[in-house]
């Protein structure tokens, strides 16, 4: 008897600490939240750029704490899925990348990243994406370039230690990939940074609507005459 109500004991003082372990680092995580910023910027010119998202994170990272950066790429961009793999990013693409179709003719997709955090956050966290732009229909409007709008990313928390992520206020509990692997999902918490830079406007060069008709009949043109030549020299040598 005295058994039994020592190991109820043990096991009621074991759920207390528990929870009350839990409480604490759902206090620490909701310190982190409020206490964030978040900048990108974009390096290069031309077709072939690279996001360079920016994330201040303290007070130091938490046990058990991950971060998810969720980007929404217009139909102006893509990634490439080959050269990621090559740099090794822990990325989860939402469908199929086309490489070769222009703007016009796909659509926006969703990139998962998940970065690794190390043992501290002192410094911030940067995360580097190489981004390459579409080929745009040609314009009739007398414009030379193509503008393409880039939001910054959604900046997502997970941890294992807070069970009661519903009631940090004023934060969005959303369901997203656990891991790069897309196994299954998990609930992450949606952070709102206190700063937030990056709502940028990138431009790609585009050809003139006007000159497809001369650009198609000259490339014609010189393909007859040259298909023209060398059968001429073929005939002459009796090349067949």
């Not at 990634?79 to 793999?85: F, G, H, K, S």
């Not at 796909?106 to 956050?121: C, D, K, M, Q």
């Not at 230690?161 to 949606?190: G, I, M, Y």
């Not at 000159?211 to 020299?233: E, F, I, Q, R, W």
Request: charge should be negative; glycine fraction near 4%.
């Amino acid at each position: 008897m005295y058994f039994a109500l020592f190991f109820v004991l043990a096991c009621f003082f074991t759920c207390l600490c528990s929870i009350e372990k839990g409480v604490n680092n759902c206090g620490s995580l909701r310190l982190w939240l409020q206490s964030t910023s978040l900048s990108v910027e974009i390096n290069n010119k031309g077709f072939h750029r690279e996001a360079v998202t920016t994330v201040e994170l303290s007070p130091d990272v938490l046990s058990g704490v991950r971060v998810l950066l969720v980007y929404r790429w217009p139909r102006g961009i893509f990634v490439d899925p080959y050269q990621l793999a090559v740099l090794s990013k822990q990325i989860l693409l939402d469908s199929t990348i086309d490489l070769e179709v222009p703007a016009h003719k796909t659509s926006g997709f969703v990139t998962y990243v998940y970065p690794a955090l190390g043992e501290r956050t002192s410094k911030p966290l940067k995360v580097t994406i190489p981004i390459h732009g579409r080929y745009h229909e040609p314009s009739f409007d007398e414009e030379s370039f193509a503008s393409v709008d880039l939001q910054p990313p959604e900046l997502l928390l997970w941890t294992d230690t807070c069970a009661q992520l519903n009631n940090l206020e004023t934060h969005t509990v959303v369901e997203a990939p656990c891991t790069a692997d897309n196994s299954s999902t998990c609930p992450w918490v949606k952070v709102q940074p206190q700063k937030v830079h990056g709502h940028m406007t990138v431009q790609f060069p585009v050809g003139d609507g006007f000159l497809v008709a001369p650009v198609c009949g000259v490339t014609l043109l010189v393909t007859v005459v040259c298909c023209a030549t060398l059968s001429k020299v073929m005939w002459k040598h009796r090349i067949v």
